[in-house]
């Protein structure tokens, strides 16, 4: 491997795999993931050219790509050796185009799905090429998001809040928390009633609790407390026999091993990560642990996978391990064999550990606690998949009442039931659930007791009776796991994808956590309700899988990725309003278009509106120029407003038709000019004011107490002021928008108070009748005004900080907080958690602190860790530090130098 390069995605993996290679005159190089995407400023697709993506460095792959080329130019062989996956394998082609051209070297695919020495032998012995099929699956995945995001997230700034978006998936996810959150909101309790038995017997002697199951052979049904006295006051009187004593036997196969959704699942519910906390600490077992002297080691097979296969070395060597640890008792006649999904990837592992002699226990020296939880639950999972079926038997015993003196109404049954286990098979190593023990309710019916040797015909005595009021429990809220445990079982996103989506909406602010669980935002269900009202098709949760599944197809070639993509955008262009759907262009269509407008085109007089003048002939001009002698292409903007001149001035161009319709801008012209004809009739014609929009509004007239205008920043805040603003514009026969309707509501939910018929309002105009702030239980308020109270005591406040165009001072928020609590009582989730966020802070004026914020659910102050990495932008040294989304890296020269990283290569954690 003589002068040859080598390109990874980082560096813990290049000094994995440099270790294993040795000194074979290679360079290793780390690629820092994506080098190329489409730009940031445009659409960056040609919608008129077969959806070609106009690709660009990014800012890190500037400065990387530069460096590979100095390294590519003198080598004689280029091996790409990114993951094994779609993104993976796009980087490859993205690398491979943005060398090839600078060096004359041989390139060549390299793929392994665990980086031990084997593997990484074989497959530098065999090398491939970059597989076409599968870089057009994930092209076409990412224009898809792009075409989505692109053209839907300006309708989105428009109608709901400058600054939201959409996303082809996070959307469906978003739709998913939504429509859960409203399930439960709308759920009517239905009451229900539960009748426990305690039983003696004389011969053995014994005791046991059962429950009425059967009322005259039917599940019992008790539906209150009538029912409920009803049935007891019978029981009472009556004497009681065994009616039914019976045994099943039954196995119990384990598990498969992980895959990423799985293990997402049983790390969220059994060790408390979150879906990208968990990748991230798989991903740092996956390139490569520092094991002592002998540097890294990759310990888990690849963790992006959908795959439940397993080597057939891996699942040997596991078997002989069981043999020697467990006995042979523990190992299964064939090998466990398990059946993955219609859409895997068959030619992936599932995740395993790549040693399974490398115990946990061995490795605790080796691992911080999150890795070594992570990999004992892999370890676990993995070699109790290749383990014999547990044994176990199923015990059942009715006893029936029978009437004494006179005869009962209904036949009653009642029954007790346990899980006896004879033989472990794997539970003997592995236990526990993906995703928890909530899911579990046919297990936990089957309690772990013994139950007495009775015998059918037995007499048995009542001793209690015990009735238990109950109720229907609404659906959970779907926690992070679930989410994705949802998303998969809807075939909506795919194993890389699913933490990004998670945590999209939660970064997005769409989406919170409480205790673990997601809650819609007020802006969640706005952005949700505008894009399923405006574009129901589009983000549907079947015609999302059915896009997953075409990605599917075009990765194995049976489906041509462009034909795909002018499918999906002739429904797209029915749903989007098709002028803002245009893109952009280059400098030879502009000029198509500005060549229709001849030198002495007669325009309109200019137009002054405020402070601007805006002059048509000037701005053709410009646009003429950039074109012709700057040679420039237009950027969206430009060309938006070029067509929307074409179609100001389509009646005098009369080649304006065939030009539009061999550019394929006829209905983006139509609209323009249907538009304008509509704002024209407007101006005309005064409109009418809606009389629900108006009624609506006039609901604030009954207030009398106005909060005083709060000032945030340069702006001020005038709750009166926008109640006239409002007033005006809709009596001005102008319509509301989402987002003003929204901020209505919130409005009128803050005054409800004085408003005195605001229960009928609320049902009027869809309201909810107490607002998300006020539903908070008497503990929380208390919680609240506790630490507000604790803020009351600083006196020295920390400096304001300015992050952009906007300032953070503590002690203006804390002020803030404390008179909305007051004149509300009540606060926002995000707000309380600020709250909490800044408490310790100021730990050392509050006195008392630490027994105070122990019981209101505050953290002290986790000062960061120094590490011996060095900044690779400044040279200063990193440190660890927490946020609420987990662990991350930055510079100690901030803010001079605002470097932040995910993971730390090789760095070691040291207290600082």
Avoid at 297 to 320: C, F, P
Avoid at 329 to 347: G, L, W
């Amino acid at each position: 491997m003589s002068k040859s390069l080598i390109v990874v995605e980082s560096p813990t993996k290049a000094r994995t795999i440099g270790r294993y290679l040795g000194q074979q005159g290679c360079t290793i190089m780390a690629s820092m993931g994506h080098v190329r995407d489409l730009p940031s400023s445009s659409l960056g697709v040609d919608l008129q050219g077969g959806f070609q993506p106009q690709y660009v460095p990014t800012d890190k792959g500037k400065k990387v790509l530069s460096d590979l080329a100095k390294a590519a130019k003198g080598a004689s062989d280029i091996y790409l050796a990114t993951d094994p996956d779609r993104e993976g394998e796009a980087i490859a082609w993205h690398l491979r185009e943005a060398l090839k051209k600078g060096t004359k070297a041989a390139f060549h695919r390299v793929t392994f799905h665990e980086i031990t020495p084997r593997a990484i032998a074989e497959a530098f012995e065999h090398p491939g090429e970059i597989v076409d099929a599968v870089v057009d699956a994930q092209q076409a995945r990412r224009v898809l998001d792009r075409l989505v995001g692109y053209q839907v997230s300006p309708m989105l700034w428009r109608e709901v809040k400058r600054g939201t978006s959409a996303g082809r998936v996070q959307s469906v996810a978003l739709r998913l928390v939504v429509e859960r959150e409203r399930e439960i909101l709308g759920f009517t309790p239905l009451e229900y009633w539960n009748l426990d038995a305690i039983f003696e017997t004389r011969d053995p002697k014994s005791a046991l609790k059962t429950r009425l199951a059967l009322v005259d052979g039917s599940k019992a049904n008790v539906p209150d407390e009538a029912t409920a006295n009803a049935f007891a006051a019978e029981l009472e009187t009556a004497a009681y026999r065994v009616s039914k004593v019976a045994s099943k036997p039954r196995q119990q196969t384990a598990a498969p091993p992980f895959i990423t959704s799985t293990l997402q699942q049983a790390a969220s519910s059994n060790l408390r990560l979150g879906t990208s906390q968990t990748m991230r600490v798989a991903q740092e077992l996956y390139e490569g642990i520092e094991l002592g002297a002998g540097g890294p080691v990759g310990l888990i097979t690849y963790m992006r996978t959908d795959s439940v296969n397993i080597s057939r070395e891996a699942q040997t060597a596991a078997r002989d391990f069981i043999a020697q640890t467990y006995g042979p008792d523990y190992v299964p006649e064939r090998p466990n064999q398990y059946r993955s999904r219609k859409s895997a990837q068959e030619a992936h592992e599932a995740i395993r550990p790549t040693d399974i002699t490398r115990t946990p226990d061995s490795l605790a020296a080796h691992l911080d606690a999150r890795q070594l939880k992570l990999y004992r639950l892999i370890w676990q999972r993995f070699l109790a998949s290749q383990m014999a079926p547990a044994k176990q038997l199923d015990h059942v015993i009715e006893i029936q009442a029978v009437p004494v003196a006179t005869a009962l109404s209904h036949d009653y049954v009642f029954r007790a039931s346990a899980r006896e286990t004879l033989f472990p098979g794997y539970q003997i190593a592995y236990n526990i659930s993906d995703v928890g023990k909530e899911d579990s309710e046919e297990d936990a019916i089957q309690e772990a007791r013994n139950l007495p040797p009775l015998k059918v015909g037995l007499p048995c005595d009542l001793r209690d009776l015990l009735r238990e009021q109950c109720f229907t429990q609404p659906p959970k809220r779907y926690s992070e796991a679930t989410l994705v445990r949802a998303l998969e079982a809807n075939g909506v996103g795919r194993p890389s994808t699913y933490a990004t989506t998670v945590g999209t909406i939660q970064t997005r602010d769409y989406v919170a956590r409480d205790k673990s669980r997601l809650i819609p935002t007020e802006l969640g269900f706005q952005v949700n309700d505008f894009l399923v009202k405006r574009m129901p098709d589009l983000f549907d949760i079947g015609f999302t899988a059915t896009m997953e599944e075409r990605l599917d197809q075009i990765e194995e070639g049976a489906v041509n990725w462009t034909v795909m993509l002018e499918d999906f955008y002739d429904h797209f262009r029915q749903w989007v309003n098709a002028r803002d759907m245009v893109g952009t262009a280059t400098g030879e269509t502009a000029l198509r278009l500005l060549e229709l407008f001849p030198d002495d085109f007669a325009w309109d007089p200019p137009v002054t509106r405020g402070k601007r003048t805006y002059d048509d002939g000037k701005f053709h001009q410009s646009l003429l120029g950039q074109v012709t002698e700057k040679k420039k292409d237009l950027s969206e903007r430009q060309w938006k407003a070029l067509i929307a001149l074409a179609a100001r001035y389509a009646d005098r161009l009369p080649g304006l038709a065939a030009c539009a319709e061999e550019l394929g801008l006829t209905e983006a012209i139509a609209e323009y000019q249907m538009a304008r004809e509509e704002q024209e009739q407007a101006q005309e014609t005064p409109a009418e004011a809606d009389p629900e929009q108006l009624a609506f509004v006039h609901l604030l007239d009954a207030v009398t107490e106005w909060a005083e205008p709060a000032s945030r920043g340069k702006r001020v805040y005038d709750d009166r002021k926008f109640r006239d603003s409002l007033l005006e514009q809709v009596e001005g026969g102008k319509s509301l928008s989402p987002a003003q309707r929204g901020a209505l509501e919130r409005l009128v939910g803050k005054y409800r108070a004085q408003i005195s018929n605001y229960e009928e309002a609320a049902a009027r105009f869809g309201l909810a009748a107490e607002s998300a702030e006020a539903a908070l239980s008497d503990e929380e308020l208390e919680a609240i005004g506790t630490m507000l109270a604790m803020l009351e005591q600083v006196k020295q406040w920390a400096e304001p900080v300015k992050r952009g165009k906007r300032v953070y001072d503590d002690h203006e928020f804390a002020e803030s907080l404390a008179k909305q609590f007051k004149a509300k009582n009540a606060l926002s989730p995000r707000q309380v958690e600020a709250l909490r966020r800044m408490l310790p802070k100021y730990a050392a004026q509050i006195p008392g602190f630490a027994e105070k914020s122990a019981t209101l659910g505050v953290q002290a102050k986790v000062e960061p860790k120094k590490t011996d990495a060095a900044c690779p932008e400044c040279g200063a040294p990193m440190l660890e530090r927490r946020s609420r989304r987990g662990v991350f890296y930055g510079c100690s020269n901030y803010p001079k130098c605002k470097h932040t990283a995910n993971e730390l290569p090789g760095a070691k954690s040291a207290e600082a």
